[in-house]
C-alpha cells in the first residue's frame, strides 16, 4: 500500500540515510526480537565522564567499521532483489538492531552521570531515542512484540477493500480514491471497506502494542513511546509538542480557507444530499483514502481559464528527448550554480537511473551515500516526466546534505532534526519555476505565464501542500493521547474520528461500527512511523525557501522565485547543511536563515495571493466547520 507520493519517497530515502550514515532506528523497527537487556547487563566502561566519552568513542567506531558494509549489501539487495540479496540484507538487519539496542540500553546509564562533557550528553541522547519501537527487556517480550508489529504489517500489506462488491488490492484501491469518474457510492463503499477491512482486525493488537512499546520506553527512562519520539528534538517534549501547535495556529487560517473554498465546490458539484454546504466534508470526496492530499481532485475545484499555465514541463522534457542522466545532470548544474562541487564521477557510474530490464529492483527513489564520504548515488526508475524531474532534485537534496556534513563524527551523520533532510530537497524542487525554467533554456520567456495564471499556479500546490499540513500533524497527536493514556482503548475510534474532525474538518462517509479501528487504515500507524517529520518538512521548505530568495535579491512574489545561480544561497545553505546534527537544530536553522524557530510564516507569504483570492471566492460563505 503506498503512502503519499512524496512521503513514501521521503520515508525510504530516510531508510538509506540511517542505513548508510546510520542513525539505525529505521532498521531498528523491523528486528525488535533482537536485543535484550542481558546482552547489555554490564558496562564496559566506568560510570564515570571519562568512562562515558569512552563508550561513545567505541560506539562511533564500531558503527563506523560496520555501516559501509551493510550499506553496500543494503544496495545489492535494492538494486537486485533476489534470495541471497534479502537473506544478507536480512542477516544485516538484524546485527544492526542488536547494536542499537544494546547501544541504548547501555547510554540510558550513562546518561545519568553528572559532568558530562556536553557532546557526550548530545550523542548519549541520539543513542536513547534514535530506536522508534523500544522492546522490553524481560523474557519473551521482544518476541512477542516483534510478532505482533510484523502482523500488523503482513495484514496491512495484504488488505483489500472492495468496489462494487469486488476485492481490490491497497495500491489499486488507492488510485480509485483519486478517480474522478467514480461515483459517491463508490467512493463511500471503497472508503468503508478498507477501513473495515484494515483497520478493524488489528485493534487488538494495536492495544497490545502500545502497551509493550511503552513498557519498552520506560525502561529507556521515557514516560511512554510519545514522550520518546518528542524527545528528539532539542526540547522537553512538551515545548515540542507546543511548538507544533504554534506553526499549525500560523497556517490554519490557509487552510481553512482552502476548506470551505473546496467545500463549496464539492456542494456544487455533487449537490446538497452528498456533501453540505456547510460544517465538515466528507472524507471519501477529497481524491485520496485518508484525505491526506487533494490533488486529484484539482480538476473540480480549477478556476476558469487560469487553471491551464500555457506549458507542460512532461511536455518540455519529452520535446527535448531528455534522458535520465540528462535530467538528473539539470539537477546537479542548479546546485553548481549555487557554488557546490559537481558530483563525483562515481555518483554517474554507480547510480541507479532507470528501472534494470532483467531483474527485480525497488523502484522507490533514494538517496544514498554509501561510504559516508563521497560514494553518493541516487536510486531511481526515471521515467521523462514532470513529477520525476521534480524527484530528482528533491533527492539531490538529500545526497548535497550528506557530502556537506560527512566530516562530522559518526552519530552527528544526519540532519539537524527529521524534518531538515526532505525540506531540503523539496526546497530545491520548490525552485523550478517557469523563470528558472527560461535560465536553463527549457522555456523562451515568452512562453513564462502571465501573473494572471498564478492563482491556477497556486491552487493547485495548495490542494496538496497545504491540504496535507493538519493531517500531518494529527496522527502523531493521536497516537501520543494513545501512549500516554488519555485515550482509553474502548475510546480509539472515536478519538481519531473526533481529532479528523477537530484539524482537518472530516467526516467519515458512513457511520462507523463500535468495533472499528479506523487509524490501523493508514499504513504509518501499524507501521510505527513517526510522523510529525512530514508536517515540520513542509513548513521548513518554504522557510528554506524564501531564506534563499531573500539571499539571492528576489524582488517580486515569493512564489515565482528562483535562487539559481546564487553562490552566496550556496555559501550559507551549506553552513547549515555541514553541522549534521552537530549542534541543536536551532543553530543549524539559523546558520542559513537567521531565524531560530521553524515557522509557517514563509509558506504562508508563498500562498498570499491565493489567499486573498479565496477570501474573495469565500465571501459569504460559513468559514471553518
Ligand atoms: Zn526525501
Given at each position: 500500500m503506498q503512502f503519499a507520493k512524496i512521503a513514501l519517497k521521503a520515508s525510504v530515502a530516510a531508510l538509506a540515510v540511517s542505513l548508510a550514515a546510520t542513525s539505525v532506528p529505521a532498521l531498528a523497527d523491523a528486528h525488535t526480537e533482537a536485543g535484550t537487556a542481558e546482552e547489555a547487563?554490564?558496562?564496559?566502561?566506568?560510570?564515570?565522564p571519562e568512562g562515558a566519552a569512552q563508550f561513545i568513542e567505541s560506539v562511533e567506531q564500531e558503527y563506523r567499521a560496520f555501516a559501509t558494509p551493510a550499506a553496500r549489501i543494503e544496495w545489492l539487495n535494492a538494486t537486485n532483489i533476489n534470495f541471497d540479496s534479502n537473506t544478507l540484507a536480512a542477516q544485516y538487519g538484524a546485527e544492526l538492531s542488536v547494536m542499537s539496542v544494546n547501544f541504548a540500553n547501555e547510554a540510558a546509564k550513562y546518561a545519568?552521570?553528572?559532568?558530562?562533557?556536553p557532546d557526550v550528553e548530545r550523542k548519549l541522547g541520539m543513542l536513547r531515542y534514535a530506536i522508534s519501537l523500544p522492546a522490553p527487556s524481560r523474557e519473551g517480550a521482544a518476541e512477542e512484540l516483534s510478532a505482533i508489529t510484523t502482523s500488523m504489517g503482513a495484514q496491512y500489506g495484504a488488505g483489500k477493500g472492495t468496489l462494487n462488491g469486488e476485492p481490490i488490492n491497497g495500491s489499486d484501491i488507492e488510485a480509485e480514491m483519486g478517480n474522478?469518474?467514480?461515483t459517491p457510492e463508490e467512493l463511500a463503499e471503497m472508503w468503508a471497506s478498507w477501513h473495515d477491512n484494515v483497520g478493524a482486525p488489528m485493534r487488538g493488537e494495536y492495544e497490545q502494542y502500545v502497551t509493550l512499546a511503552n513498557e519498552g520506553a520506560a525502561e529507556l527512562g521515557f514516560d511512554d513511546l510519545g514522550t520518546m519520539w518528542r524527545s528528539?528534538?532539542?526540547?522537553?517534549p512538551e515545548e515540542f509538542a507546543a511548538e507544533t501547535e504554534r506553526m499549525w495556529q500560523e497556517v490554519k487560517p490557509l487552510y481553512v480557507a482552502l476548506h470551505t473554498y473546496v467545500r463549496r465546490k464539492l456542494n456544487e458539484h455533487y449537490g446538497d444530499d452528498v456533501q453540505a454546504a456547510t460544517g465538515p466534508i466528507r472524507a471519501d470526496l477529497l481524491g485520496n483514502m485518508w484525505a491526506q492530499e487533494w490533488g486529484n481532485i484539482y480538476p473540480l475545484v480549477a478556476p476558469e481559464g487560469a487553471g491551464d499555465i500555457g506549458y507542460d514541463l512532461t511536455d518540455l522534457i519529452q520535446e527535448r528527448d531528455l534522458d535520465a542522466v540528462e535530467m538528473t545532470r539539470i539537477g546537479e548544474q542548479f546546485f553548481s550554480s549555487l557554488g557546490f562541487e559537481p558530483l563525483p564521477e562515481t555518483f554517474w557510474e554507480r547510480s541507479q537511473f532507470v528501472k534494470p530490464a532483467d531483474r527485480e529492483v525497488v523502484c522507490h527513489a533514494s538517496a544514498w551515500n554509501l561510504d559516508n564520504v563521497d560514494d553518493l548515488r541516487i536510486k531511481m526508475c526515471i521515467k521523462p516526466n514532470a513529477d520525476d524531474f521534480i524527484t530528482i532534485h528533491h533527492e539531490l537534496g538529500h545526497n548535497y546534505y550528506q557530502r556537506a556534513y560527512n566530516g562530522q563524527d559518526f552519530l552527528y551523520l544526519t540532519g539537524a532534526n527529521d524534518g531538515f533532510h526532505e525540506a531540503i530537497g523539496d526546497t530545491i524542487a520548490l525552485s523550478i519555476t517557469p523563470e528558472y525554467l527560461v535560465q536553463i533554456g527549457m522555456l523562451t520567456p515568452d512562453q513564462v505565464p502571465d501573473a494572471d495564471k498564478d492563482i491556477g499556479l497556486l491552487l493547485r500546490q495548495a490542494m496538496d501542500k497545504v491540504a496535507f499540513l493538519p493531517f500531518g500533524l494529527l496522527i502523531d497527536r493521536y497516537r501520543w493521547s494513545l501512549f500516554d493514556g488519555s485515550v482509553a482503548p474502548e475510546d480509539y475510534n472515536t478519538a481519531w474520528t473526533d481529532i479528523r474532525a477537530e484539524y482537518q474538518g472530516i467526516v467519515p462517509p458512513v457511520e462507523r461500527p463500535s468495533d472499528a479501528f479506523d487509524p490501523g487504515a493508514k499504513y504509518h500507524v501499524p507501521g510505527n512511523v513517526s510522523y510529525t517529520r512530514y508536517f515540520l518538512a513542509r513548513l521548513l521548505q518554504f522557510q528554506f525557501y524564501k531564506a534563499a530568495c531573500d539571499q539571492a535579491g528576489w524582488e517580486g512574489p515569493l512564489h515565482r522565485c528562483s535562487f539559481y545561480g546564487s553562490e552566496e544561497v550556496g555559501q550559507n545553505l551549506n553552513a547549515m547543511l555541514e553541522l549534521g546534527a552537530s549542534v541543536p537544530w536551532p543553530d543549524a536553522l539559523e546558520a542559513f536563515t537567521g531565524e531560530r524557530q521553524m515557522n509557517g510564516t514563509a509558506m504562508v507569504e508563498y500562498f498570499a495571493p491565493l489567499m486573498a483570492w479565496l477570501e474573495e471566492q469565500n465571501e459569504g460563505q460559513e468559514a471553518g466547520w
Open positions: 547487563a554490564t558496562t564496559e566502561f566506568p560510570l564515570t545519568a552521570i553528572e559532568g558530562l562533557d474522478l469518474e467514480r528528539g528534538y532539542d526540547m522537553s
